[in-house]
């Protein structure tokens, strides 16, 4: 109701002064002739006062129908005001005919006629106003498409900025740095112009930043998305979501999508998108990366070779399997464990494959799933932080039980048997002890995996002793 009354209040200021411009010259006319001023010519049949009074009829007959037509019918129709270019044309078709109509019958002239004598003069102005017909029609083209409209965010060329007016010969653009330019019509129907309308779709904005190399994709990927979360004049659906860019050459270059409510507000948001950001990597320790030269000395002798990353004897001291060693063993023991990573999703082990190592959990989840009837993956268990898997293989050297997937991004600390090798053979007693163990979690995983490894629960004791001391080589085991 408030745009009907905004409407009605609006076409009585365009009404208004047409009855005053027929107020007045019905007055005129009517001065003249009281003073005896010749307004006619009989023998032409022409009269011209009453040709003055109909142009200002028509003026306000004008003004009438484009109230009825756009601020009542349109309105009504279509919940929204009419583009300022269609009532434009509107306006000069109707006051062209009603022009035309009073030339026919007040003035007799012969319209046929003079077109027909005008048409070199009329194709003479047609070509000089090429480009000026050119930005008219695109305008009435894209005001009847309603492409873009007043409010609307714009790109043109290099220049953001937001749409103030629209003619019949160009859209005003006022710029963020408050510059006005002009498109002309033509030249917007014709070229790239990027729309971003207010108030409709939320529009993206990419982010680009590059991070040390250190950083686990999954977590600076979470840091980044969570930095963002929340932020006043995002939308709240989409997201925001990051994804790994490039490998640059001193940084891993990743791209931050989020989307905004209003992309008028796009130089204030993108300040505090990158303001969120920063303060968010220092917390969690993440560095932004740049250019550097990085020195290393080292003292005479031969130069360390380069190596996996190594576990520390924490994290053995965890592990369930290896509490019957020393803790001089244990030390040993992560000396030769390496240290690894997997990302989300990401494969450890298959069922089947015939490597020999085992797994401890250090951070992350991980997925424990079988084959079942029909060869179809069944999850059996879930897998948390200190616990481990894979030591059946890494004694007796038996193929992959399971498959392991990282649920998480997933730290392990893998133990093959070059490792514990030398572990056993200096203690061969070891292998008794680590024997009960091990058929105690074979027994837990026969239960877990039911019918599909019944043979598991069969095995005698004993021969997992000797397919350990088999499998390690310690003969006087193998008897």
């Known amino acids: 109701m408030s745009g009907l009354r905004d409407g009605i209040v609006s076409a009585a200021r365009r009404i208004l002064p047409a009855v005053l411009v027929l107020g007045l010259v019905s007055g005129i006319v009517a001065i003249l002739s009281g003073l005896n001023v010749p307004m006619t010519d009989a023998a032409a049949k022409r009269d011209y006062g009453t040709f003055a009074i109909g142009l200002a009829a028509g003026l306000l007959a004008t003004r009438v129908v484009d109230f009825i037509l756009f601020e009542v ?10 583009p300022a270019l ?20 007040v003035l007799s002239a012969n319209l046929a006629a003079i077109l027909t004598t005008s048409a070199i003069i009329t194709a003479i102005i047609g070509l ?5 017909l050119g930005n008219f029609f695109s305008g009435l083209a894209m005001a009847l498409e309603r492409t873009v409209q007043v409010g609307d965010m714009v790109r043109a060329a290099d220049s953001i900025g937001l749409v103030e007016q629209l003619s019949w010969r160009a859209i005003k653009v006022r710029t963020m740095e408050g510059n006005a330019i002009i498109v002309p019509n033509s030249v917007a129907s014709r070229e790239r112009l990027e729309v971003f309308r207010r108030g409709g779709v939320p529009m993206a904005r990419v982010l680009r930043i590059g991070l040390e190399y250190d950083a ?51 130089l204030e948001i993108d300040a505090a998108v990158r303001e969120r950001i920063w303060y ?5 320790g993440l560095r932004i990366a740049y250019p550097v030269i990085r020195q290393h000395q080292y003292a005479g002798g031969t130069l360390p070779v380069a190596t996996p990353s190594r576990a520390t004897p924490e994290a053995i001291e965890r592990g369930e399997l290896f509490a019957p060693l020393s803790s001089e063993e244990r030390g040993e023991l992560a000396r030769g464990a390496r240290r690894l990573r997997f990302g989300a999703g990401e494969i450890v082990v298959r069922e089947g494959d015939t490597t020999s190592s085992m797994f401890l959990i250090a951070e992350g989840r991980v997925a424990i799933s079988v084959h079942g009837e029909g060869a179809q993956s069944r999850k059996i268990a879930v897998l948390e932080r200190g616990s481990a898997f894979g030591e059946i293989s890494l004694l007796t050297g038996e193929p992959r039980l399971a498959t392991a997937r ?25 292998v008794e002890k680590l024997d009960r163990i091990i058929q105690e979690r074979r027994r837990q995983t026969a239960d877990r995996l039911g019918s599909t490894r019944d043979d598991a629960r069969s095995e005698e004791p004993e021969s997992l002793r000797h397919k350990i001391a088999r499998f390690f080589g310690l003969k006087g085991l193998t008897g």
């Not at 514990?420 to 070891?430: D, G």
């Open 73 to 82: 019918g349109y309105r009504l129709r279509r919940g929204t005001s009419a």
């Open 86 to 105: 269609l009532r434009q044309l509107a306006s000069i078709v109707i006051f062209g005919v009603i022009v035309a109509v009073l030339f026919q019958v």
């Open 128 to 132: 000089a106003l090429q480009e000026t």
């Open 216 to 266: 686990p994709p999954a977590r600076a990927r979470a840091e980044l998305e969570a930095a963002v979360r929340d932020l006043p004049g995002l939308a709240a659906y989409p997201p925001p979501v990051t994804g790994l860019y490039q490998f640059g050459d001193f940084a891993v270059v990743y791209e931050l999508r989020y989307w905004l409510e209003d992309y008028a507000r796009y």
């Open 280 to 284: 968010g990597l220092e917390r969690a």
């Open 406 to 430: 990282a649920l998480t991004e997933a730290t392990l600390i893998e133990i093959d048997k070059d490792t514990l090798a030398p572990l056993l053979v200096a203690n061969p007693s070891l």
